[in-house]
């Protein structure tokens, strides 16, 4: 094939001097053989007519070198004229020119975009040395909320005795307000991590050094690492700032400052920012003694040579080892490893190529919409090129030519893709929603720009092959003799178009297909009731100092009082504190204790969450209350111990009894009061959805926060006010009133967390469904653009039907029945396809299946509506047709 | 490089080995030697510039070429016209009437 033999000979003098080389020593030495022998029949000696035949050569290198200098010369030559042709052809028809490189900038870009995220995000290794070593212990199942956790003693028990690991650290994330002078404090982000975090992370300080074994005990003076962000905004790159003490807000005391983190430095599983390091034994405090208090999340770098399987038999046996030794705390590690980069990037991945598999879909149809254009105007330009053929330029010149504009067109296009590209990331990084781990590091690396460059060609061979091919199959007789009207070429060529007309229908239907699935289960999700009244209702949280107050009972007093503040305030109708408020993503479990059983295996234990309230909690939120009493101020910490529990607690642990006047203790790792209560169950609630609308709720206990102050508490207040957000100023200052020096983070409405809680469904739904829309309009714009074209075709033949006593509605049934053969063999295609695609869809789905019935029904028939509207005007200008100029016409 | 020197006679050589390949396929030498012929021996084509020519041309598409056996049964690589050739030719013979006409006018003009 003339086509690949061009290209060859091109990679050939490019790269491949060798052969070539090879070849023209060959052809040189038989020129000095046939020389030789002429001289000798000129009557020259054998060795005589050697001599002079290579004289005659001259030096042979210099020969080769000249050569190889003509080939690639006239290599480059006639590809920059192709180029200049190209150019020229392109800027002669500017709108043809700017439809195909918009389209197909859309499309590029769109997949340039999702590719720099999908390259940030899964395929940049970690910024760690020797990342294939590091992993983190999990659950049973594969989710975030599988990672093990530990306490403490546990972990040290664990670290000390491991042979497999080289390395285990464990951590909690933090957060702190950062205090300087005068400067309105901010709150800042960071990790209380082991001080093996940083030989198992390979992490050297930019400035100062690592913490210490030592400082990580609980009663070490506090120190503390600041990133290096931190470091240059905060402190101006001030390069004496170690041994400086860092104030933290709320507190008196001060961590010493004993280095700066490396530049772009982030903790591995903390997606936003790492503003800081501190040791974690201290700031666990008297948790870091027991053993009941699992809160450590924990990393781990294998040794050398060692499988994660045998790391793996050797967590089991020190856990059950832990188990024997502390029956009572119902303990164990993790039950597998997995590498830290499939706990950073696993509940990712899936929606990410779905979105990347979406794009290259819209690519797909762009490429067909650019195929047709490509098609029509081969079609136009069928003189032209039969011209050229007849002028001697041999069929493989003239498809070289089309295939040239059309790398052309998509290389411009490319181009501006990338630029889109850009812009779209930045929509989509601004966008909180869009929440991924690594994003930040999103950029457009060598990576992005060689998957836009190798994509744009790719989409210059696919959308020009098709019309090139073609025009390679012109016979010159018959398209001069055909002239302006061309048909037969066009019999080809029409099958091609309406090829590209099915294509581009079944493409759409998959993604409108997944677009509507997604976007069906948002719905569901934002459907589903949450137990409570989100409407009209504020929260924000508060951290007491425990320096200001250092006793329960300053704590709790502080709260009623601002409790009471609150209910006071004009257009609140009721005000309560809460820990945790539901959709914080905060959940604190429990296990408890039912009075007169028997106590079962510590694995066996009942648990349930476990929520601090105040009296009004339930109607601030309207959570109805099934039997019972709510709690009331006289549920004071003096008076018996009473718990509400909800219904599925009820339900679960006290079928056919009736659960009011039972007893339960909980046992609580925290705080100074006794670990184990007997409470007494004076209410049961209905459920509530805590911890997000996909969740079923879980049992649930709530107690007053009287009996158990906190120094941590979520504030919930319902105002009458329509714009309840009207109010945030009002509250913030009215707990100033309470207390000048307290910190109010922002004041959010509950309806906001509900929203915040479902955000990276709404995100996919969102972009799917913009994919899809794309995706729709560039099919129609195809179809229009198929249709039109072939009513321009057929208004002979049309005339003649209408001069043989056609009507308008006859003429209008041909052409839409043309059209819509078409489109119902592209909708049944792409049904099957969806059949068969939509499996990759049902992890993120949510009371759907991915063969929804009603969803396939509804989007089949959009399209067909769709795709019949853009028939209809080609088909109504059909109608217009006069007999009498369309049989003149030509 | 001497550029003006070298356009001039590539041109020419180039129009002179199309109107050689014209009559049939030949080999290098041939080439040369028929060149030699064709101009009673004004022109005598070195390998220099004669194989930086032919491979050039053929990478323009004007030639084609093939490894065949000479009279002596000797291998040697065979040049043919091909049809972008031959329309280069009709070309460039045109062209070079006018142009020889030109100048030829213009020489003679004073």
Partial sequence: MPLLRYFSSCWRSLFQKSRLDEDLDEELQ????????????????????????????????????????????????????????????????????????????????????????????????????????????????????????????????????????????????SSMLLRLDDAEPELIYGANVSADLFPLLRIRPALGRAFTRDEDQPTSEPVILISHGVWQRRFNSDP????????????????????????????????????????????????????????????????????????????????????????????????????????????????????????????????????????????????????????????????????????????????????????GLDLLVADSAFNLPRLKDVSPDTNVLAFTFGVSVLTGIIFGLAPALLAVRVDLYEALKEGG????????????????????????LVLLVGAGLLVKSFARLRGVNPGFDAQNVLTTGLSLSKVKYPEAEQRRELFAQLVERLRAVPGVESAAVVYPVPFSGTTTSNTFLIHGRPAPAPAEKPAANYRAISPDYFSVLRVGLMSGRAFTEQDRPTSPRVVIVNETLARRFFRGQDPLGQRISIERASGQSAVQDMSEIVGVVSDVRHAGLDEEAGAEVYVPFTQAPEGYMDVVVRTTAANPAGMSASLRDVIRTADREQYVPAIQTMTELIAESVAARRINALLTSLFAGVALLLASIGIFGVMAYTVAQRRHEIGVRMALGAQAGDVLRLVLGQGLRLVLLGVAVGLAASLALTRVLAGMLYGVTPTDPATFAVVALLLILVALAACYVPARRATKVDPLIALRYD | MRPKQTNLLQGTLDLLILKTLSLGEMHGLGI???????????????????????????????????????????????????????????AETREWGRISLTIAQALQAT
């Avoid at chain 1, 990342?131 to 989710?143: I, N, Q, T, Y």
């Avoid at chain 1, 705390?329 to 980069?341: A, D, H, P, Q, W």
């Fill in chain 1, 30 to 173: 038989a020129f000095v053989e046939l020389l030789v022998e002429e001289k000798i029949r000129q009557g020259a000696s054998p060795a005589e007519a050697r001599r002079s035949a290579l004289i005659e050569l001259g030096g042979v290198e210099q020969v080769k070198e000249r050569v190889r200098d003509a080939r690639l010369g006239a290599a480059m030559e006639s590809i920059l004229q192709d180029l200049r042709y190209a150019v020229r052809v392109l800027a002669k028809s500017p709108g043809f020119t700017s439809a195909a490189v918009l389209t197909l900038a859309l499309g590029i870009g769109a997949n340039t975009a999702i590719f720099s995220v999908v390259n940030a995000v899964l395929l940049r290794p970690l910024p760690y040395a020797e990342a294939d070593r590091l992993v983190a212990p999990m659950g049973e199942k594969h989710s975030p909320a599988a990672h093990t956790v530990v306490s403490h003693p546990d972990f040290l028990d664990w670290r000390d005795q491991t042979q497999m690991l080289e390395n285990v650290a464990a951590y909690t994330r």
């Fill in chain 1, 240 to 423: 004496n700032i170690i041994g400086r003490q860092l104030k933290r807000g709320g507190s008196g005391a001060g961590a010493i400052i004993v280095g700066v983190l490396p530049e772009g430095f982030r903790f591995p599983v903390q997606e936003s920012r790492t503003d800081y390091l501190r040791p974690l034994a201290p700031a666990l405090g008297e948790w870091a003694q027991r053993r009941g208090a699992y809160s450590l999340r924990v990393l781990a770098r294998l040794k050398q040579g060692v499988t994660a399987q045998q790391a793996e038999s050797e967590m089991r046996a020190i856990g059950q080892r832990l188990e024997q030794q502390y029956p009572d705390e119902g303990f164990r590690l993790g039950s597998r490893f997995v590498s830290l980069y499939e706990a950073v990037v696993g509940d990712v991945r899936a929606s990410l190529l779905v979105l990347l598999g979406a794009v290259g879909l819209v690519l797909l149809i762009a490429c067909a919409n650019v195929a047709n254009l490509l098609l029509a105007r081969a079609a136009a330009r069928h003189r032209e090129l039969a011209i050229r053929a007849a002028l001697g330029a041999s069929r493989w010149r003239v498809a070289r030519q089309l295939l040239t504009e059309s790398l052309l067109l998509s290389l411009a296009g490319g181009g501006l893709g990338l630029l889109l590209s850009l812009w």
């Fill in chain 1, 485 to 508: 009207r061309g048909s037969t070429a066009g019999a080809a060529r029409s099958r091609v178009r309406g090829l590209l007309v099915v294509s581009e229908v079944a493409l759409s």
């Fill in chain 2, 32 to 90: 040369s030697r028929r060149i030699g012929q064709l101009t009673e021996g004004t022109f005598h084509v070195k390998p220099g510039s004669l194989f930086p020519a032919l491979h050039r041309m053929e990478q323009s598409g004007w030639l084609t070429s093939c490894w065949g056996e000479s009279e002596a049964n000797r291998r040697a690589k065979y040049y043919r016209l091909s049809r972008a050739g031959q329309k280069q030719l009709e």
